[in-house]
Every structure is written in structure tokens, then in C-alpha cells.
């Protein structure tokens, strides 16, 4: 599979069985094809069956129908399970997802749980390795404000979005404790979900697409592992024009935005520090974001990305010493420079809503 496609998946577990999920991850597994495996979603709108028993469902009041005890035995045992499989054991597990509705307070809050945690399942109980949660970038509110995707990326907000603090710092639906801001802002953690309807949310497919490249810049500048946009084509995971291709499978501005990004950014990695490249923004408001990436030895991408809901700014980006070459690229333009400069240490770009790409060739 993975010889043909390239890509790895995500395997969201079946609690209807436990051996026939364990058969599917070895299958994707030996054909080099598995990324990680994922508890169950959203078990407060998608309740499981495990072992005879229902659990997830919200209420304010605990009752048979709200019990979250099925769903932490089901990550429970599916976390043992990949890990005391040899062929499986290296892959992750990712979390349950809305676990922030759970009652009673089984602990879905912690990737272990802790001593002292005051849970009804016992201290170092083993649920996943990354915290999972579906923090959609349109957030609950459905506006469109400054800093979008940055703050639906922040670890330890509690605001208009459905991140990681009310997942797993103070829990939104009965309010159990979980990790400390601190803490947060170190665990390891995934969005499985996110994602802006083209046609209900605002700005239609333009904002759509450039709200989603700074959703992958703000989430792996904030330290998400991985980011799963909900989803390729309209309607295949239910109602709504979320999909970055539209049902007949023409593509959309975002996925042409997403094809533009990545082809520029090929290959690309961090760069935690650098000693060849002395870098400095000046005149960037709280707006305006930037990442250093390598692309090659000698060449590197200074990407600067905006978000404001209307209006620009110009920002200045020092070198401190000459490059052979500098490139503007602009993704959402297409993916050869709109502007080049020979032997210079500084350049002014105009920021607003996505990103601008400068290459650095030294």
C-alpha cells in the first residue's frame, strides 16, 4: 500500500473488537503503511461498545447512559496490546478524543495517570502516548478574529476553541483536574481533527485555505507532533464543505494553497539552532508569526506568515550578513518566486493572512 500511495494512516481502533484492530494495524504495519493507532472518536457523540457495556455519552448528571468506564478499559487494553506486540510496539498511540467529557472521573484526562490524581482507575494506568484532541481551527464560536489558527495552536487557552487545556488541564464538561499549564505545555500531542467550511464558516474558500496553512504552521510551531485536516473531499465524512477538494473532486483554493506549501517546502526540517544564519524580524506586531526551516545544506526558508483578518503590515528580515540569493515566494500565488535579490542582507515583505516563504541560499 505504502509502496504505491506513499502515505501512512492513522487507524482509529474498533472497540467491536479488539483482535480484529490488532489484524488490521499488522497488516499496514508489514506493508510500511501504519503511522499510529488512535482511540475511540468522540465518545461523547459516538458511544462504544466494549466487552458488553456502553460507554461515552455526556450528561451533567452521571447516569448508565453517560459512563466512561467501557471507553478507559478500551484504551487501557488497546494501549497494552500494541505495546506488548512486537511487530506494533514502536508505533503510537494516540488518545481517546473529547475526553474532556468523561464522568466518571476515569482519568481519560492523563496519557498515565498519576499518583494522587483522586481517579477511579488506579495510578499508572497506561492510556496513549500523545494527547489527541479535535481543536478545530473555526472554533466554537464560529468567528474569524486575529491570531486564528495560532490560538486554537495555544496548549494552555481557554477560550473560543476546543484545545488541549479543556481536554486535558480543567475538563469542560464536569471540570476534573488534569495537567498543570506547565505541564501542557510539554505533553506530547496531536490534532486528529481540525478543519473551515468553505461555505458556512467565514471568508469562504480564499480564507479557507489561507486559515488552514497557517493552522499547519501555528500547530507545528506550537509543538503539535502531527495535524490531521478534516477533510479531503466534501462530504465523505459527513455533512458540510469542510473538504479541501469539493465532492466531485475538483480541488478547492486550499488545496491548491496546501499543494503550492508543500512543493516549496519539500524536504524541509526545523532548525532548532543555527550558526551559519543570524536572523532578526523587526516590525512584526503580535499578528505575525515566523519559523526557520533547512531545505539543503546551503539553503534554508525563513517562513513569515500573518494573521489578520484585514489589513497588512510591513516587516524588515535581517541576515546579518550578505546571501548569495534571496527568494519571496508566495503560496497561495503558486510556487516560483514573485520577487529575487542578489547579495542582500536585508529584505521588507507585506504580511496579512498567510504565509510569505523567504529562501535563503547562501
Known amino acids: 500500500m505504502r509502496k504505491q500511495a506513499g502515505v501512512r494512516a492513522n487507524l482509529i481502533a474498533s472497540s467491536a473488537s479488539l483482535e480484529t484492530t490488532l489484524d488490521t494495524l499488522k497488516y499496514l504495519a508489514r506493508d510500511d503503511a501504519l503511522l499510529s493507532v488512535e482511540g475511540p472518536n468522540e465518545p461523547n457523540n459516538f ?18 447512559s453517560s459512563d466512561w468506564t467501557p471507553v478507559a478499559k478500551f484504551q487501557r487494553d488497546l494501549y497494552a496490546a500494541v505495546k506488548s506486540d512486537p511487530l506494533l ?86 471540570g476534573y483536574s488534569g495537567y498543570s499549564n506547565e505541564e501542557l505545555q510539554k505533553l506530547p500531542r496531536v490534532t486528529t ?48 464543505n469542510q473538504g479541501v477538494f469539493k465532492a466531485d473532486s475538483t480541488p478547492k483554493l486550499a488545496a491548491t494553497y496546501i499543494h503550492n506549501f508543500t512543493t516549496i517546502l519539500s524536504g524541509a526540517e526545523k532548525v532548532e539552532i543555527n550558526k551559519q544564519l543570524t536572523l532578526r524580524l523587526r516590525g512584526a506586531s503580535a499578528t505575525t508569526h515566523d519559523i526557520l526551516l533547512q531545505t539543503k545544506n546551503d539553503e534554508f526558508a525563513f517562513v513569515v506568515w500573518g494573521e489578520r483578518v ?50 535563503i541560499k547562501q
Open 193 to 240: 481533527e481540525t478543519g473551515w467550511d468553505s461555505s458556512s464558516d467565514n471568508g469562504g474558500e480564499r480564507v479557507q485555505g489561507t486559515v488552514l496553512l497557517n493552522t499547519y504552521l501555528s500547530q507545528f510551531k506550537r509543538g503539535w507532533r502531527y495535524t490531521f485536516v478534516y477533510m479531503l473531499r466534501d462530504g465523505e465524512g459527513g455533512a458540510g
Open 47 to 64: 458511544p462504544i461498545q466494549y466487552q458488553g457495556e456502553k460507554g461515552g455519552g455526556f450528561a451533567r448528571v452521571l447516569t448508565s
Open 89 to 174: 510496539s514502536k508505533f503510537p498511540v494516540f488518545h481517546t478524543s473529547e475526553a474532556g467529557a468523561q464522568s466518571p472521573n476515569v482519568g481519560l484526562q492523563f496519557l498515565t495517570i498519576p499518583e494522587g490524581a483522586g481517579t477511579t482507575f488506579p495510578a499508572g494506568t497506561k492510556y496513549a502516548d500523545f494527547a489527541n484532541v479535535h481543536n478545530y481551527v473555526s472554533g466554537t464560536k464560529k468567528q474569524y478574529v486575529d491570531n486564528q489558527a495560532w490560538n486554537a495552536a495555544d496548549p494552555v487557552l481557554n477560550g473560543g476553541w476546543d484545545g488541549l487545556y479543556v481536554e486535558y488541564g480543567k475538563l469542560w464538561g464536569h
Open 310 to 359: 484585514s489589513g497588512s503590515e510591513k516587516v524588515t528580515i535581517e541576515l546579518g550578513q550578505k546571501a548569495k540569493i534571496l527568494e519571496l515566494l508566495d503560496p497561495t500565488v503558486g510556487t516560483e518566486p514573485f520577487d529575487q535579490k542578489k547579495m542582500a542582507d536585508t529584505v521588507e515583505i507585506e504580511i496579512s493572512d498567510h504565509p510569505i516563504i523567504v529562501r
